[in-house]
């Protein structure tokens, strides 16, 4: 269980920390459940073409399924979710819908149809939404102040490493299992190598959702951890500031969708332009999609963390405006380019 020491060291000002040993193995059950999320989410990627041939599906579908039907449920479900986060036990929230998801993505596997793994990959969007607010709600709970940002900035790690691990074991079962025609499994009888990733992926769900049974629920702590904000005061403050709000809604949302674009369909595109087999493409996007984005994820946190406190509040927007200005070009000619080489380099 998570003991609850001394008050003033959590992450509010007035909060309570666990002890450190206790702090690290929660954050670590919360780093799995994120790397855990991200395979499920991205490993449609290196499905891409053995999902498309054997459902007759085209292109334009495979999009809506890769990003649509998931994200679509995802930010939908964001609220709701984020609302009974607020009110309920994240520790059985996050049980709940770890298990959820898992059985969600393993329902992909067994999808005949367009509609039916449409609605499966929403699932998987809807019941992680509640994932990344559990999760720094707990954090921030739970840890000392003056550690927040570098813990933060480590559960963050799990969607870079959880996006590489998407692409290397993903791109290592497809390969294994290309030269197959069917897999068989008790009790499905004989099922596609691509619906048997799926069900290998998700399942594992039911036991990883045991790792957060025995902490405790941190108490809540911070500026309204013991009163309720209502429905009224949450849009007056977005009416308030709604330029804010739409600036950053369309400018990380339009990061968002690029970045994602890349991510998803890298796989596809080495395959049909590179010709490269899932075990090679899978390993190098792994690798160039995820170890220089943590590198870039430390080296962001350093140079924003600098330029705010020498008196630049826009630090944040200016980094990420620099950000695009330099890498819109580099991915350009990345894809402009004949070379394998130069697409990894861009891309990483």
Same mark, same amino acid.
């Given at each position: &269980?998570? %003991? @609850?020491?001394?008050?003033?060291?959590?992450? %509010?000002?007035?909060?309570?920390? %666990?002890? *450190?040993?206790?702090?690290?193995? $929660?954050?670590?059950?919360?780093?799995?459940?994120?790397?855990?999320?991200?395979?499920?989410?991205?490993? +449609?990627? &290196?499905?891409?073409?053995p999902i498309r041939e054997s459902l007759d599906l085209t292109d334009t579908q495979m999009g809506l399924l890769m990003g649509v039907a998931y994200a679509a449920a995802y930010g939908l479900g964001g609220l709701p979710m984020g609302?009974?986060?607020?009110?309920?036990?994240?520790?059985? +929230? =996050?049980?709940?819908?770890? #298990?959820?998801?898992?059985f969600a993505e393993a329902a992909c596997g067994l999808a005949t149809g367009f509609v039916w793994l449409f609605l499966a990959r929403a699932a998987v969007g809807l019941f992680e939404s509640p994932l990344h607010p559990s999760a720094h709600s707990i954090i921030a709970d739970t840890v000392p102040r003056r550690r927040l940002a570098t813990v933060m900035s480590i559960y963050s790690m799990g969607n870079l490493l959880g996006t590489? $691990?998407?692409?290397? #074991?993903?791109?290592? @079962?497809?390969?294994?299992? =290309?030269?197959?025609?069917?897999?068989n499994v008790p009790l499905l009888g004989d099922i596609k190598p691509w619906q048997f990733a799926f069900i290998v992926t998700g399942l594992p769900g039911i036991l990883l959702a045991l $790792? @957060?049974?025995?902490?405790?629920? *941190?108490?809540?702590?911070?500026?309204?951890g013991h009163e309720r904000v209502s429905w009224s005061e949450l849009f007056g403050f977005?009416?308030?500031?709604?330029?804010?709000?739409?600036?950053?809604?369309?400018?990380?949302?339009? &990061?968002? #969708?690029?970045?994602?674009? #890349?991510?998803k369909w890298s796989p596809a595109? &080495?395959?049909?332009?590179f010709k490269l087999n899932p075990a090679e493409y899978g390993l190098a996007l792994g690798l160039v999609e995820s170890i220089p984005a943590i590198g870039g994820l430390l080296l962001a946190g350093w140079t924003i963390d600098r330029w705010y406190a020498s008196g630049r509040k826009d630090a944040h927007l200016t980094y990420y405006m620099w950000v695009l200005i330099l890498t819109g070009p580099?991915?350009?000619?990345? $894809?402009m380019s004949d070379s394998v080489a130069y697409f990894l380099a861009a891309v990483g």
């Open positions: &269980m998570v %003991a @609850i020491v001394s008050p003033g060291t959590a992450g %509010a000002p007035s909060g309570t920390a %666990a002890s *450190p040993l206790r702090s690290a193995a $929660l954050v670590a059950v919360l780093l799995v459940y994120c790397v855990f999320a991200v395979i499920d989410r991205n490993l +449609i990627a &290196m499905l891409i073409d609302y009974l986060v607020d009110r309920y036990p994240r520790k059985w +929230i =996050l049980f709940c819908t770890v #298990i959820l998801w898992g590489g $691990l998407a692409l290397v #074991i993903g791109g290592w @079962i497809v390969n294994s299992l =290309l030269h197959l025609d069917h897999v $790792l @957060i049974v025995p902490f405790a629920e *941190p108490p809540r702590h911070g500026a309204h977005i009416r308030a500031h709604w330029q804010v709000v739409l600036t950053l809604s369309i400018v990380f949302g339009g &990061m968002n #969708i690029v970045t994602g674009g #890349i991510i595109y &080495m395959s049909r332009f580099l991915v350009f000619f990345g $894809l």
